[in-house]
């Protein structure tokens, strides 16, 4: 006759249980596959995971982890402390991007009858002669995008208002 003693887990026990990460981009879902994480893992690890192993190009301090539209912070936080105890975290990646849009102090950012302007002095920005491919007239600055097209500041604001009003992931 075999006798078989059954522990339950124990805090420790599940506080280092494993993590498998997905993080969701506006294009892609990858997960982290070369680091193993865990509940006692960072905020900072799987930003720097994530950074190391499927963007190059940005750092960790340049993004922000969202789990159900919450941001998971501060960066020295452990995964369990931000509230992810199970197996698999779906984390939506977002970061800061930089763009030649003029500040307004205390203005309403989403007032449609403010008048924008793009800032020509930046090098990065090629001002165009094309028509704007959102209103398709050759009215006020144009700006060419890197693919060709080109938008005034008054259609780029449209379209990513649009956008961001729809709630949408992709465009």
Do not use: W
């Not at 190391?52 to 960066?75: A, C, M, Q, W, Y």
């Not at 369990?80 to 984390?91: D, P």
């Not at 007032?111 to 090629?126: A, G, L």
Request: aromatic share 8%; with cysteine.
């Amino acid at each position: 006759k075999t006798t078989f003693s059954l522990k339950p887990f124990t805090t420790p026990q599940l506080a280092m249980s494993s993590v498998t990460v997905k993080v969701r981009t506006t294009t892609t879902s990858v997960t982290i596959t070369q680091y193993k994480v865990t509940t006692k893992s960072t905020v900072y690890d799987i930003k720097k995971a994530y950074c190391d192993e499927h963007n190059n190009s940005k750092t960790p301090e340049g993004i922000t982890f969202r789990v159900r539209g919450k941001e998971l912070k501060p960066d020295n936080a452990s995964l369990s402390n931000v509230g992810i105890r199970g197996r698999l975290a779906m984390v939506t990646m977002s970061s800061k991007l930089r763009g030649g849009a003029l500040y307004i102090q205390k203005g309403n950012m989403l007032n449609k009858n403010r008048y924008r302007k793009f800032n020509s002095s930046d090098p990065e920005i090629k001002v165009t002669n094309k028509a704007c491919c959102v209103y398709l007239d050759k009215n006020g600055d144009r700006a060419q995008m890197p693919c060709g097209h080109a938008f005034t500041s008054n259609s780029m604001f449209d379209t990513l208002k649009a956008i961001i009003t729809k709630n949408e992931y992709e465009y």
